[in-house]
């Protein structure tokens, strides 16, 4: 009797330990956890007055700046064609459903204006770069986007990308470094160049009909905040958007909105700035919540960490509203030259070394977007938009154009999200 008892309280141990083991296995994912996640269908209803904002990477047509760097009519469609698998299952080369269209003509942006329209997005933000006292990369804004006969049916901003310019390609990592040569450093060496370029953001495009304003003001997009402040001191940073809504006051503009799009840092209400987001987190996300001995994390687990774990923790952290921002997915191998040996005991930061996502959805990111969702409709106070990186960002694998992967999937998860009707079905109309 003794002995069957030792057995059963081994059993009644086993099974105990067993239960535990399982639920500490319990990983959520999207889109299967969506609605145990966001505590009911209540609260994944689009929420009113809802502005969806889609970032532009503007290096998908010839521009001075690589005619000089590269070869005339260099653009980063030569790397996504070139790009070739690492590994059986490997989803490369990505290449665009609609062609590598030239994103300097107006005719591609009348195409891209409509998509945008028909899926919901309302905004595009331009990521703006200017180098050696001038705007660089701005062909594709000038002359595409805004001569588009549409350009007005899609509102617009600029994302002041103050990191240097890097010769990137061919890159080969060495030692753990990255072989990135700057050829241009950023516009904010000095308060000069700084209030330089942004008055010309704000002299030249702010008062155009399809700026994206909030509360009548415009949006002016800041890549990186800490870095900002790292070369002009809290106080200059204090200085130039004093003097920057100074300016905007002159030309007609009641005040300026600025959003952090990057890197943030622990002063940001006191510097000026009205809200921050993220460019895209999953890549920075994947690598804090998953062990390194996953070499290609999931797509579906990553999303719902960020928008149930990071997305709350930035919203306590932060002194200034945190606005969703999500992302599509990501693989930046289009970029890079493959490691030369994948070790033996999984380690992603040795191989593939950078974050190549699996499992990536239209139906993922529908939850993902519906999420946003839930982040606004449980925080009233949180101004109503998120950002989704990438509209077109096709060498780091995150875009929501069509492709050969997913046709019009994502484009139509976004409309299928926001309550639109399927996008594939309006185009053949």
């Known amino acids: 009797m003794k002995n069957y008892f030792l057995l059963l309280s081994f059993i009644i141990v086993s099974f105990s330990i067993t239960a535990q083991k399982k639920t500490e296995a319990k990983v959520s994912r999207l889109p299967d956890d969506l609605e145990t996640l966001a505590g009911g269908t209540q609260y994944l209803k689009k929420p009113d007055g809802l502005t969806v904002a889609s970032y532009v990477f503007p290096n998908y047509h010839a521009s001075a700046l690589h005619n000089k760097l590269y070869a005339p009519g260099w653009t980063e469609y030569n790397l996504i064609r070139s790009a070739r698998p690492w590994f059986d299952g490997h989803q490369q080369p990505r290449t665009p459903l609609l062609g590598e269209l030239d994103e300097s003509l107006p005719s591609t942006w009348e195409v891209y204006n409509d998509l945008c329209k028909k899926s919901g997005v309302d905004v595009l933000i331009w990521d703006w770069y200017w180098y050696g006292g001038k705007p660089c990369l701005h062909e594709a804004l000038e002359n595409g986007f805004l001569e588009a006969k549409n350009t007005n049916d899609v509102k617009f901003a600029c994302m002041w ?7 990137l390609y061919p890159t080969k990592k060495t030692d753990g470094q990255n072989a990135y040569p700057p050829s241009y450093d950023a516009p904010d060496f000095s308060y000069e160049e700084a209030f330089r370029s ?3 953001i704000i002299s030249r495009y702010c008062n155009l009909e399809n700026y994206w304003k909030i509360d009548k003001k415009p949006v002016i997009c800041i890549w990186d905040a800490r870095r900002l402040e790292a070369k002009l001191s809290l106080d200059g940073v204090k200085k130039l958007f004093t003097d920057l809504r100074e300016y905007a006051r002159h030309l007609g503009h009641p005040d300026l909105h600025f959003h952090v799009t990057g890197f943030s840092t622990k002063n940001m209400a006191g510097a000026g700035y009205n809200t921050v987001g993220s460019y895209n987190p999953l890549d920075w996300i994947a690598g804090r919540f998953q062990p ?7 797509y579906g687990i990553a999303a719902a960490d960020v928008a149930f774990k990071l997305w709350d923790e930035h919203r306590m952290e932060f002194d200034i509203p945190y606005i969703p921002s999500l992302g599509a997915g990501w693989d930046s191998t289009p970029r890079y030259i493959a490691p030369d040996q994948r070790p033996s005991k999984p380690n992603k930061d040795q191989w593939p070394g950078c974050t190549i996502f699996r499992n990536e959805s239209p139906a993922a990111f529908k939850a993902f977007v519906m999420s946003s969702f839930s982040y606004l409709n449980k925080n009233p106070e949180i101004p109503r938009f998120i950002t989704i990186a990438c509209f077109n960002e096709w060498s780091e694998g995150h875009y929501l154009l069509p492709d050969n992967r997913f046709g019009y ?4 998860a976004l409309g299928e999200a926001l309550g639109k009707e399927n996008l594939h079905t309006m185009h053949q109309k």
Not at 161 to 167: A, D, Q, S, V
Request: negative net charge; hydrophobic residues 35%; aromatic residues 14%.
């Open 161 to 167: 990308t103050n990191h240097p310019w890097y010769i």
């Open 198 to 200: 942004l008055t010309y």
């Open 292 to 298: 390194k001995d996953i070499e290609l994390p999931d």
């Open 409 to 412: 999937g994502m484009l139509n």
